[in-house]
């Protein structure tokens, strides 16, 4: 979906910023940029094409209000509400919070997200394009998100396990692993008959073409994908064995360590991430806008 220009009546003026690349293989980061302010197009189109180039854009030293975060993520497409109803923000559905805090006897956002490497939503028939997340309360350890490409993870794969995936569909779905207790003591909500039937089982690429860049990635998860079709499923389960154990080597990673003020936004057509945890005794809560994408090819 393309990026959603300002209205032609308002132009913002223009802001100073700068986008520095990370050292890793994918990853920069963008200082000087007021996301409480409206970007004028010049400047959202250098941010929209940062994120393209790196897959993963950290903005700093942010302070923002859940409708400016929800205001600035709707510049690149519509946005998609989580099935956890009970983890959306009150007065505004649009964010997911996710967090470790219990208050009164109840969590307030998902405490055990991400902690298998995934792309956000690939279980739904329109795949997340991106995700922004909005560090609230941060962790005084612990907490990092890792980020692998799976464009470089595809173009590094050996030929035989290429040649083995050219062509081959996928099914993905969000119960594949919902009931595993990931992060020790925290169990899921069980889902009721309604949200089970927003998360039907849907088929993708296992190689996705990336849609503004045209840039193959691998497009499989150990979070959501379940198994290749139209091969035996021992040969499907090796096969992704593979794919997982090559998609997340070191040299195809970023580490975030998160800062007061973070916001991040990742390229879920690009890229898988993985939480790292924290201590349970420590809080952590993040709040989460996710962008729609496109069916993938």
């Not at 802001?15 to 400047?43: K, Y």
């Not at 519509?78 to 959306?88: A, G, P, R, T």
């Not at 593979?242 to 890229?271: C, K, T």
Request: aromatic fraction near 10%; include cysteine; glycine fraction near 6%.
């Amino acid at each position: 979906m393309p990026a959603v220009p300002l209205s032609s009546a308002y132009h913002p003026p223009a802001q100073n910023f700068a986008v520095r690349p990370f050292s890793a293989a994918v990853g920069a980061e963008i200082t000087g940029l007021d996301l409480s302010r409206p970007l004028n197009d010049a400047d959202f189109a250098r941010v929209h094409q940062a994120h393209l180039d790196y897959n993963v854009v950290v903005f700093r030293d942010q302070r923002i209000t859940p409708q400016q975060q929800i205001d600035f993520s709707r510049r690149f497409g519509v946005l998609q509400i989580h099935v956890l109803k009970q983890f959306l923000l009150a007065n505004h559905p649009e964010v997911f919070i996710i967090s470790n805090i219990i208050e009164n006897g109840q969590p307030v956002g998902l405490g055990d997200a991400g902690k298998f490497w995934h792309s956000d939503l690939s279980y739904k028939e329109f795949p997340s394009l991106g995700s922004m997340l909005y560090a609230q309360e941060l962790p005084e350890e612990g907490g990092d998100t890792l980020f692998a490409s799976q464009q470089l993870a595809y173009e590094t794969l050996p030929g035989e396990l290429r040649q083995a995936i050219d062509g081959k569909r996928a099914a993905h779905s969000y119960t594949a692993r919902y009931a595993d207790e990931v992060f020790k003591g925290i169990r899921r909500p069980t889902l009721t008959a309604a949200q089970l039937a927003e998360v039907k089982a849907v088929v993708h690429p296992v190689v996705r073409t990336h849609p503004e860049t045209g840039r193959k990635g691998l497009f499989v998860n150990e979070n959501f994908t379940t198994h290749i079709l139209d091969v035996p499923e021992d040969e499907s389960r090796q096969i992704l064995a593979e794919l997982y154990a090559h998609s997340a080597r070191p040299e195809f990673i970023y580490r975030h360590q998160w800062q007061d003020g973070d916001m991040v936004f990742w390229d879920n057509r690009a890229l898988i991430h993985l939480a790292t945890g924290c201590p349970s005794h420590l809080r952590r809560r993040m709040h989460r806008t996710t962008i729609q994408g496109d069916v993938p090819f």
